[in-house]
């Protein structure tokens, strides 16, 4: 009897070690994302999550000897699945905000952004925000820095409607087919969007915010905030991180 009670709480000992910093079955911490936000994070020809946030994390997970598999979300359930322990890891381009710094922790801030408005590229009319106007629907991707932009104006009667949609692809497309009159996103995303899409959209005005993108844990999960800080800093310092910048910014993906 001792041998077998000896014998249970090893076992049990074992499940909590492999378990400390969450993650699946298999061992490999869950990584939330949205793949319609390139460069950040995009699928390739086989649905194959990918993208620069997916090469950063896995990166930082191979530096401090952890495992991580991708799962996708919609944007603005990425905040909710971390909290109730669905995902372990939200690596979607998402910003530091305020607001979400509320209900999870971010880690260091990896890369530094600004929303603009884009408009049709022949489209002489909105050369800024400031010509928005209450006739006008403007479009941003659900759950982002850019939707709480677009919510603003309508809120303010600046705009007569703001469509939040899912997916960027979609918000764009209704640009281009003029459903709406402008679409405010970060730049970096909208830049890979121009390059994949030429002559179809442009940037105007100056920046709308300056912001900067981190990755997000639990509330109080210091431990796995501890590596993936760590993790930042070696693949920085050991220039990993300068050649996926130039792999996936220096040309279009």
């Known amino acids: 009897m001792k041998k077998n009670i000896i014998a249970i709480l090893l076992a049990l000992v074992l499940v909590f070690a492999m378990t400390g910093c969450g993650g699946s079955d ?22 194959n999550i990918v993208g620069f946030d997916m090469d950063l994390i896995s990166a930082i997970a191979e530096d401090q000897g952890l495992e991580v598999e991708f799962v996708n979300l919609s944007f603005d359930g990425l905040v909710p699945a971390v909290k109730n322990g669905d995902i372990d890891i939200v690596a979607a381009g998402m910003s530091i905000t305020d607001e979400r710094l509320e209900q999870v922790d971010f880690t260091d801030a990896y890369y530094d952004s600004q929303l603009f408005v884009a408009v049709p590229v022949d489209n002489t009319t909105i050369t800024g925000i400031d010509d928005l106007t209450p006739d ?74 300056a912001e900067s993108y981190g990755f997000a844990v639990a509330k109080g999960n210091e431990e796995l905030l501890e590596k993936l800080n760590a993790g930042l800093a070696n693949v920085i310092a050991d220039g990993t991180f300068d050649e996926l910048i130039e792999k996936w910014f220096s040309t279009a993906q």
């Open 26 to 47: 298999s061992g490999a911490l869950k990584v939330g994302t949205e793949p319609t936000f390139p460069p950040f994070d995009t699928t390739d020809e086989d649905q």
């Open 136 to 209: 006008m629907k403007v479009a941003a991707q659900t759950g982002t820095t850019g939707a709480a932009k677009v919510q603003e104006l309508y809120d303010q009667g600046k705009i007569k409607e703001a469509v939040i949609l899912d997916g960027l692809d979609t918000c764009m497309m209704q640009l281009i087919n003029g459903d709406v009159s402008a679409v405010i996103n970060d730049k970096p995303v909208t830049e890979t969007y121009m390059k994949k899409q030429p002559d179809k959209i442009k940037m105007v005005g100056e920046a709308l915010t």
